[in-house]
């Protein structure tokens, strides 16, 4: 993505800014963004190194355990049809905390050995299933409890109060999942139908 | 407000806590993880400096030159429309790309208006409560070879869009009053 994305930006910016007289500011600013990005990676270098090591305490304790436990009834209504296969609600759960407390590189891997497990389940194997699908909506709304990239960019640009944005962040995390949830719990009723009425007429 | 405003500043300090007395009653070597821990931190910013790195200077470009003001004006009589500051639009559009691009755009977007603005902070907001949809679909679908993904995509960009316009819109104002009464 990233390869179209990025000559395609460089590329239009100087065409513009060549166009409009822009130079001296173009050559400015590129070796400002190259600064800037350094001093990001410091302010990232103490809170990423930070919460690490916190998290790697977390994952040392039964503090994930718990947690599993706990999301235990979410799990059942989100993945009605996983009510028997204890070990892919594990996995699940496991993947969802990993998302929570904010661990990307643990939460990843997880994630993959749950759509593998989905995977041996699934009858059609070029096709999604509604448990895949709900999973992977769920993965792409960031339940993350604590957002630290967020928190080391404004520390890094010498915000106020840089935690400042932790509650706002709730609500706005929390309206999402429940709209992505309802959303594509409708899909997942509209797309059962669909197929029922193709068999009815067949 | 002023309670909510002490939740978001204890937050990280009661995880923090919470999680060392775990690790304590359960008699772990508390310190020794910890650092174990960091040192896994800095490889994976040392990952990320050449991606943001080749971003920032992208970001910067494309402000510099004028290209984001343009963008900005263009689609302004559209968020004009739902209220919502088209400053902050680029971002919301490029947020479910790119993770990195993001992180520079909304770095970029912090600094031009001022971190603790009010575009500043919906800039947060937005970093903070979403994910990279695309990038997310792509890696857990082709790892198990899965071609046809029905209706997943448009699930996800509901809460892209819930998010964004719900936030810019409804919840902006609530926020306002939430920042303004505590500064």
């Given at each position: 993505m990233l390869n179209i994305i990025w000559p395609v930006f460089i590329l239009i910016s100087f065409a513009y800014g060549i166009l409009n007289g822009n130079v001296d500011k173009i050559n400015q600013s590129i070796f400002e963004s190259a600064s800037s990005s350094v001093q990001l990676c410091i302010t990232f270098f103490g809170t990423i190194c930070l919460w690490n090591g916190i998290m790697k305490i977390a994952q040392k304790t039964s503090v994930i355990v718990k947690l599993t436990k706990i999301l235990k009834p979410l799990i059942n209504f989100l993945f009605?049809?996983?009510?028997?296969?204890e070990n892919i609600k594990q996995e699940i759960s496991m993947n969802m905390v990993a998302n929570i407390l904010g661990l990307g590189n643990a939460a990843t891997p997880l994630g993959l050995k749950v759509m593998k497990s989905l995977q041996k389940e699934n009858?059609?194997?070029d096709t999604i299933t509604s448990t895949m699908a709900m999973f992977i909506v769920i993965n792409t709304a960031?339940?993350?409890?604590?957002p630290t990239t967020v928190i080391a960019i404004r520390s890094s640009l010498n915000?106020?109060?840089?935690?400042?944005i932790i509650f706002p962040v709730w609500i706005a995390t929390l309206c999402a999942a429940v709209a992505v949830v309802i959303s594509t719990k409708i899909f997942i009723y509209l797309d059962k139908n669909k197929y029922k009425t193709i068999r009815r007429k067949r | 407000m002023k309670f909510l405003n002490y939740l978001s500043s204890a937050a990280i300090p009661i995880v923090m806590s919470i999680i060392i007395v775990y690790g304590l009653l359960e008699k772990n070597n508390v310190y020794d993880t910890f650092v174990e821990g960091a040192k896994e931190g800095l490889e994976i910013v040392v990952k990320l400096f050449p991606t943001l790195l080749g971003l920032f200077i992208a970001i910067g470009a494309l402000r510099s030159s004028g290209v984001l003001d343009l963008l900005v004006k263009i689609i302004s009589p559209i968020t004009n429309l739902f209220?919502?500051?088209?400053?902050i639009m680029p971002l919301a559009i490029i947020r479910p790309i790119s993770g990195s691009a993001s992180t520079a755009l909304a770095t970029d977007i912090m600094t031009t208006f001022g971190v603790d603005s009010k575009i500043g902070l919906i800039a947060s907001t937005i970093m903070g409560s979403t994910e990279t949809t695309f990038y997310t679909i792509a890696i857990y679908t082709s790892c198990v070879g899965i071609k046809k993904i029905k209706y997943v995509l448009a699930a996800a960009l509901i809460g892209d869009l819930v998010r964004n316009v719900d936030f810019c819109s409804n919840l902006r104002i609530f926020v306002v009053k939430f920042f303004l009464t505590n500064q």
């Open positions: 009605p049809e996983c009510k028997e296969q009858t059609k194997k960031s339940l993350q409890l604590i915000s106020a109060n840089p935690t400042k | 209220s919502i500051p088209s400053e």
